[in-house]
């Protein structure tokens, strides 16, 4: 069966101390059930959220049309989708709902629409002048290839490869994120994400110290990025020439000295991802850390707050899109590891944040074209606050895949 009863933190089974009425309860069961009945079963409903999230989809097909511009946020008045052109970071992650959509239901008509726009951001693939190359392109013909093995979306997830490797310094063993002038050589935490596109190019056949060059980034990102308590600071300028760090910021968060929800969110799946691709225990180890943080640290109904040290919480914005990033890096992590109490957590965690997400975050009633809203890309006052966001979407339809799988 798909759903399956799981066992949650803030649930307890009374215990019925009498024999008797134990026996009673049993043989009454047995005498009413035939060989045919199935006891039901409780879980996320999964089939429904994806019938709800094609008609979404559906919608925003048919409202940017152009293949040329990218959904990003939705507009608060209207519910449509604010679009950007292919240049910008999330670019990818349209293509990527869509390509999830026809992993879901096999009909042609999503590999259609993924394939339109994944095919319309292909010069992306040479693009040199950030580290966002690998949101781009992973997101887009990393699924495109994934679910159709298109030797031409192979081709393109090499040259794609390359042109990150290109920001890669031997010298630090980091990927540059920005050229910026303030900056002298910026890393953050969330571009662990972007690494993954290294990974993918050694594995389909592109150079091997791809892979080298992604391993060394994660190491040094856990050196620079991660703080004691598992807190992740967002922007961690290096010297260029030792590596040691200059200073903390952001670009997001409310400061250097802050954590930033979804950027500990990124740093879990991206950790993850770096060890399912290395088996090094250090880059568990890390998703571990970043995810006991983000755990301990989220309020009753398990979605974030922007920010996790904003002072004026609870009296600021959550962020949807932090935590359906976070439920699918905790189910990338629980794929991996062994079965046990462990595990356990970590799955459960993912689920109280997929069920909340689920219950009390949809969009259903609203007028948003998105599938799940209250999402925040910075803070109140910057665009895309508190509402849907593509990239949240992306993540709660692919965490809700692995769910279905893990079932």
């Not at 993924?114 to 190359?133: C, G, H, L």
């Not at 159709?148 to 040259?159: A, F, G, P, S």
Request: contains cysteine; hydrophobic residues 40%.
């Amino acid at each position: 069966m798909e759903f399956i009863t799981i066992k949650r933190k803030g649930f307890m089974m009374k215990k019925v101390l009498c024999v008797s009425s134990i026996l009673f309860f049993v043989l009454f069961v047995l005498s009413c059930a035939g060989p045919e009945q199935e006891v039901e079963q409780k879980g996320i409903p999964v089939d429904e959220i994806f019938d709800y999230a094609a008609e979404q989809l559906t919608k925003a097909v048919a409202q940017v049309q152009d293949g040329e511009q990218f959904p990003f946020y939705t507009d608060k008045e209207t519910g449509n989708w604010e679009t950007m052109d292919d240049s910008w970071w999330a670019s990818g992650f349209f293509a990527g709902c869509l390509w999830l959509m026809y992993e879901h239901t096999g009909d042609e008509i999503w590999n259609t629409h993924a394939a339109k726009w994944t095919n319309s951001m292909e010069n992306q693939k040479s693009n040199t002048s950030d580290a966002d190359i690998g949101y781009r392109i992973v997101n887009s013909f990393g699924n495109a290839y994934r679910l159709t093995q298109d030797d031409h979306y192979k081709e393109v997830l090499i040259e794609a490869a390359g042109s990150l490797a290109s920001r890669y310094s031997d010298k630090i063993g980091c990927v540059k994120a920005y050229d910026m002038d303030q900056w002298k050589f910026p890393i953050l935490i969330d571009h662990m994400m972007n690494i993954e596109l290294m990974f993918i190019g050694t594995n389909i056949g592109g150079n091997p110290e791809w892979k080298t060059m992604a391993e060394e980034h994660s190491v040094n990102t856990i050196r620079t990025c991660i703080r004691e308590d598992g807190s992740s600071i967002q922007v961690v300028d290096l010297d260029p020439d030792t590596g040691e760090v200059i200073a903390h910021y952001t670009l997001c968060g409310l400061s250097g000295d802050s954590a930033w929800a979804r950027g500990q969110g990124e740093g879990i799946y991206g950790f993850a991802i770096a060890y399912r691709e290395t088996k090094n225990p250090e880059f568990l180890n890390a998703a571990m850390k970043l995810a006991d943080y983000f755990i301990e640290n989220l309020p009753d109904d398990f979605v974030p707050f922007w920010d996790f040290k904003d002072p004026d919480i609870p009296n600021v914005i959550r962020d949807a899109s932090a935590a359906s990033m976070t439920a699918d890096g905790l189910l990338e992590m629980c794929v991996l590891m062994d079965a046990g109490p462990t595990r356990d957590k970590y799955f459960n965690a993912a689920v109280d944040i997929l069920e909340s997400l689920y219950t009390n975050y949809m969009t259903t009633g609203t007028k948003s074209l998105g599938v799940i809203d209250h999402a925040s890309f910075q803070d109140k006052d910057a665009v895309g606050a508190d509402t849907s966001l593509i990239f949240g979407d992306y993540n709660f339809l692919s965490a809700l895949l692995k769910y279905k799988r893990m079932m």
